[in-house]
Structure formats: C-alpha cells, structure tokens
C-alpha cells in the first residue's frame, strides 16, 4: 500500500542517544523571542480585514481573512474530510469519529504553551488560523455550515462526539457557549454526545455548570504536564504562559463535583521530562477521583518552543500507554506496579498470560479520549496521526492487525516466542 509521506514521518524510536525514556535534563523549551508591535493581536489580518467567505483552508490564502468565533471555528484536518468540506484520504482510516471544533480568533491563543503549535509566540511567523496544531492544518469553517450539515442526517453521521475546544482568549467562555447553543439548537446532545475541552484559566465554576445544563456530556481539562513542575516550564511562568497548576485543579474538581463520575478527565502529555511513574501515579489519581485520563505522545510540533526536541521513545510511551490502559479499564493499581530508579516500570502487578491477553486485543494501544458509541474503551477522538507519523504510529486510530500487535511487543520487548516484528514488513511510503 501507499501513501502521502508527511512532514517529519522518519521513525522515532529512541530518545536522544538512543535512550529508552526523554529525561527530565533535555526536555528543555526554547525561551520565546519578542514579537513586534506590528505583528501583536493579530494586528496583520485586523488590519487588512479581509472579509471571509465560506471555508478557508490554511495558507491557501496569502491575506487570511477576519473570522471570529462565534460565526466560525475550526476544526481537525481529520474531522474536514468526514465532513466532506476538503479532499483527502487517511492512512488506513476511513473517518474520524469526533468532531473536534476550535475557537478561532485572530489574536490567537493568549498562552504561550512550550509544545503547542498554535501557541502566541508564532505572532509574527504565521497568522493563528495557519498555524499548524497536533501536526495538522485546521481548515476555518463558518459554524452555521457545520451545524448544517451534520443537521442533514444525524443519525446517519459518521461521528459518534462532538468536541469544542477552547482556547485561552478573553471571548472564549461566551462563545463556547454561543457555539454550544447553535449546535443544540439543530442537533440532540443524546444522538451526538458533547464534549467540552476546556480553558481553566479564564473560567468559573460557573461557567462549568452552565456548560453542563446546556447538555454536555463530558468536561475535560488539558492538564497536559504531569508534574507541577513540569507544568509550569511548559505552560506556565517559564514560557511567560499565564496558566497555573492550582486553576487547573481547581477546574478538574468543579468539574468532578458537577458532571460527576466517569464524565470528566485530564489529558496527559507522556514524554516531557517526567517519569513513567509520574504519569501512571496522576493516571490512578484521575481514576480514584472518578475521572479518566486521555493520554498524548509528545511529538516535537514543528513552529513550537519544543520542536528541537525527540518524540518520546516508542518503549516509554508504550509501556505508559498499557499502564494507564490496566489503571483505567482493569482494575490495576500503581501501587501493585513496580518501578525502576528511573521510574521506568518494569513489572506491571499483573500474572504474565493476563498481561500477554490485554495486549493482543490492542485496546491499550488506541487513542485514548472520550468515548464514542462502539465501547467505553474505543474513542470517538481518534486524532488520526495527531501524535506521531503513520510511519511510526504512537496512537491507532484504527483496530490494530497482528502486524501492529507484533510491531508494539517488539517496542515493549515483550516478543512471543518465535515471533518478531520488521519494519519493512509495513507499507511502502512514496510521494503520490
Ligand atoms: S492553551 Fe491550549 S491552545 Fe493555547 S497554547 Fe496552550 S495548549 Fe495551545
């Protein structure tokens, strides 16, 4: 089979000098360079005030139009072919099955967070709805259309979740919720479940429940550090990002309080500097609370304050990836896990042949996010190629084959007995 080999697919499989894990000492951000008056807020697109019409597709246009939410959003490059609104085919995936949904502004995001793509720093180099974000383009749709078509045939839409991601803006509390609104006005929240990604740092408890009684299902907070400390090297004061740990808990919890149990999470970025037992002790927090946790491969986003930075290594993130899946849907527990003085796990509590029979059914090796209509461990967020190449898959966003399944126990050095993995046993990129 072929494909479109995009950016950046060269495999990834180890860290810096072929280490097995991203430490602490070299997951160092950039600092981000000043941004001239000229090119603050959006001044360039404000200024030349283009008029949108219809969709805009990322740098198909030399002068970016001026769109705001509420009247337009933008959404995964993914969840635009499903929609039928640009061409496109995914490898080895037919759709996706959430549609993710982002504010738009030409101001951009206020936060300067050291791995995101669309984070403020990149002011002068390219207007926010260019930016790249999860490796992606956004195309910017009006949100009347989306409504639109999904409104044709809702039960007969390819997604089973909608998602609207906020951003860190001073509009962005009321035009989630104006947003919120013309979706629910056309659409039933219990044909398409609602998922909120939220910005804890301009929101109240407030702004919480009314999210709720609007008729989401599911609030999430994009904790995305696992350590305080790691949070505020990389999205907080050491990247001159106004978010703060302690806001973000604070959130998390109204959010527990008010959605209740199973319907809200945090995402967990895995391989910033922290350790596998970082990550696996805030997984069995989330789940002791009643939460989940959705779980991101760090992926050095090109135009970020990390992009000079490895991917986190395969046998890292795999490793992390089947400990979060035990945690949340099997009933394990950190404490039953066993660590190494790196707090790479080495044992994970669980008799050999129970172990072997969770990684063949290749669930823990999916994206994890908020569930769809298929199980409550298969989501509807399947971010396909959101946090590694296809070439060298972090996250499946599709059923894994036995070639998959023997390609991640070769990452987790856990072969069956006479089994092996190769890599030129996959498909063929090229440039078609
Ligand atoms: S708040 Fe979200 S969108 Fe904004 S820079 Fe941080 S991660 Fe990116």
Redesign the pocket.
């Known amino acids: 089979m072929t494909c479109l080999k995009p950016e950046g697919s060269e495999p990834a499989l180890a860290g810096k000098d072929g280490a097995d894990f991203n430490a602490a000492e070299i997951m160092q951000p950039r600092a981000p360079a000043a941004t001239p008056a000229e090119f603050k807020n959006g001044e360039r697109v404000k200024s030349n005030d283009v008029t949108p019409e219809g969709v805009y597709l990322p740098k198909y246009n030399i002068l970016t139009p001026h769109m705001r939410s509420p009247d337009y959003v933008q959404m995964s490059t993914a969840a635009a072919i499903t929609l039928g609104i640009t061409n496109g085919q995914m490898h080895r995936c037919a759709c996706t099955r959430c549609l993710n949904l982002l504010l738009t502004y030409p101001e951009g995001?206020r936060?300067?967070?050291a791995y995101?793509g669309?984070?403020?720093h990149r002011e002068a180099e390219r207007d926010y709805a260019d930016r790249n974000f999860i490796r992606v383009d956004w195309p910017a749709v009006p949100m009347d259309e989306v409504v639109d078509i999904v409104a044709r045939d809702v039960e007969g839409s390819p997604f089973h979740r909608m998602c609207i991601s906020m951003?860190?803006h001073p509009r962005s509390d009321d035009d989630t919720v104006t947003v919120l609104q013309k979706w629910t006005d056309r659409i039933d929240p219990s044909a398409i479940p609602i998922s909120i990604l939220s910005?804890p740092t301009t929101m109240t408890r407030g702004d919480v429940k009314l999210l709720h009684e609007m008729g989401s299902d599911i609030f999430t907070v994009?904790l995305?550090a696992a350590t305080p400390e790691i949070f505020d090297r990389t999205?907080g004061k050491g990247v001159q990002?106004p978010?703060s740990w302690k806001k973000y808990w604070e959130i998390l919890m109204d959010a527990r309080e008010i959605f209740g149990p199973q319907k809200f999470g945090a995402h967990i970025i895995v391989g910033m500097g922290e350790t596998e037992y970082d990550s696996l002790n805030l997984v069995q927090q989330l789940v002791d609370l009643g939460g989940h946790s959705h779980m991101f491969c760090f992926f050095p986003e090109k135009g970020s304050l990390m992009d000079h930075l490895p991917a986190t290594p395969r046998d890292q993130w795999r490793r992390v990836q089947l400990g979060r899946y035990l945690i949340d849907y099997c009933d394990a527990r950190v404490e039953h896990m066993k660590f190494d003085e790196e707090g790479r796990v080495i044992d994970f509590g669980l008799p050999a042949a129970e172990l072997d029979m969770i990684i063949d059914t290749g669930l823990a090796f999916r994206t994890s996010g908020c569930p769809g209509k298929f199980a409550d461990d298969i989501s509807a967020c399947d971010r396909p190629y959101g946090d590694s190449p296809p070439s060298n898959i972090a996250s499946y966003p599709f059923e894994l084959e036995d070639i998959d399944i023997r390609k991640v126990r070769h990452q987790l050095d856990r072969n069956r007995p006479g089994e092996s993995y190769h890599q030129d046993e996959e498909f063929e990129f090229d440039d078609e």
């Open positions: 995001c936060a300067n967070c995101c669309l984070a403020r951003i860190t910005n994009a995305d999205r990002s978010h």
